[in-house]
């Protein structure tokens, strides 16, 4: 009994972690997607464990190739247990392992990680990259990771240049799949803040455009249902203090504004 308890409570504290920096409100409906994910989060055995994990992630990544990390190296997240990208490589311990660098850094809380063995991009995804409320969460996570693998290899930028750049293209390949969970979005917004006037431009307008044009919706009432979506967003952040004086949010309001499409 102790032992469920225990399990339940990390389970919990594993879902707050990750989702806290996304995520307004907690998830409602239960889903068969939300059963299967803690069930194998608490499998006890830790080889079914991590075999019920990466299926989970296969699942969700659908076409992309997924193979689960090698164990050579307990402590450390390293390229000789690792495949190259675009390989995706799902490591059930990444959270009790440090990242790959001189100045390593713990990755207890990260649900994916990306580094560089010899100039050679590495996308890890953790335990925390499963998040029970739906599998759009480890594509939005296995997305970004990707992003920089393919985006990022000697890029001088600074990381906030190359994250808003990342966080915009999340943004536009996966708002239509997790706008329902309503998250902030939180680094997008920040990232703006920090990064270059140029690459803010950058940004905002690839932002702009996915408004007027979101994909992947085909037809009208789809774009419609996105477009209101993103309103919805855009207007929760003006309400909120973290964000409601925010560059983006001031930002995408003026860009919008004079022609807003779809309002009657
Ligand atoms: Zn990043």
């Known amino acids: 009994m102790k032992s469920t308890i225990a399990l339940a409570t990390v389970a919990l504290i594993s879902l707050t972690g990750a989702s806290s920096a996304f995520q307004e409100k907690p998830a409602t409906a ?19 464990k991590g075999e019920a994990m990466v ?20 402590d450390q997240v390293h390229p000789e247990d690792n495949q190259p990208a675009p390989a995706v490589n799902f490591d059930p311990r990444m959270n009790l392992k440090n990242s790959y660098a001189t100045q390593a850094r713990r990755l207890e809380t990260s649900p994916a990680y990306y580094f560089l063995g010899k100039g050679t991009p590495y ?16 594509r939005m996570q296995a997305e970004h990771e990707l992003f920089h693998a393919k985006t990022h290899v000697g890029d001088p930028r600074p990381v906030a240049d190359r994250e808003l750049e990342t966080w915009t293209h999340v943004f536009v390949t996966s708002f239509h799949e997790v706008h329902p969970f309503k998250q902030k979005w939180a680094p997008l917004v920040s990232n703006y803040e920090e990064a270059d006037p ?22 009208d009432a789809g774009r419609a249902i996105i477009r209101t979506a993103f309103d919805e967003w ?7 203090a973290d964000s409601s ?10 860009a919008l504004a004079p022609s807003a499409p779809d309002k009657d």
């Open 30 to 48: 239960p889903s068969e997607w939300e059963k299967r994910v803690t069930e194998a989060k608490a499998i006890t055995d830790e080889t079914k």
């Open 55 to 74: 299926a989970l992630v296969r699942e969700a990544l659908g076409s992309k190739e997924v193979r689960l990390s090698g164990t050579a190296h307990a």
């Open 123 to 138: 996308v890890v995804l953790g335990p925390r990259a499963l998040d029970p409320r739906s599998p759009a969460f480890t």
């Open 198 to 219: 140029g690459e803010r431009k950058a940004a905002l307008d690839k932002l702009v455009a996915y408004y007027r044009t979101p994909t992947p919706a085909v037809d």
């Open 234 to 240: 855009l207007g929760r952040r003006k309400k909120d």
């Open 245 to 254: 004086s925010s560059m983006l949010v001031h930002d995408l309001e003026k």
